[in-house]
């Protein structure tokens, strides 16, 4: 699959490098954005707040599908009229969006291929976009577990400051595994 991951940091870094090593090809944009056009896929990986500039400084994005893994920390919002980054995401692109990739912690996908089992990458957006979101959850050492459509990336991206917590406290970085009892 041909993937464009737009932000350069932990995360879309981190997923770019498990994505190439699992054979797809990768554009990488940073700061001076670029053109998605060729992209089957695009991962959007910057601040909370950059969302806005991040989309404007990169062409070919209509009707891509559109993964969204950012976060809003602290006092940030979402764009006004939008309950979500990924609402957003989806009035700009026009196409398929999920929210993914958000509640996962960076720092360990290069431990991921070495659990006991494979964690789960919670998503919640628009059915068009499993096949693409199950693919690369699958190529980066996770399973997809879908929260619903897309008027749960709120909920989604609120869950992620419980992931935070739960990090900064006595446990650290962790992974997780949603199962059904018959799944352990």
Known sequence: MDITVIG???IGGGLAGLW??????????????GDASAAEAVLVAVPGDAVPAALASVTGL????????TNLYGEVKPPAGFASNAEYVKSVTGGPTAKVFNTNIAALYGRIATARAKPSNLWSGDEEARRVVEQLSIDAGYEAVRLGDLSLAATQ????????????SDLGPFVYRLATPEQL
């Open 8 to 10: 350069r940091g932990n």
């Open 20 to 33: 190439e090593r699992a054979g797809h090809e990768v554009t990488r944009l940073g700061r001076g954005g």
């Open 62 to 69: 209509s009707g891509k599908t559109v993964l969204d893994a």
């Open 157 to 168: 991206e609120s869950l992620a400051h419980a992931v935070v917590a739960i990090a900064q």
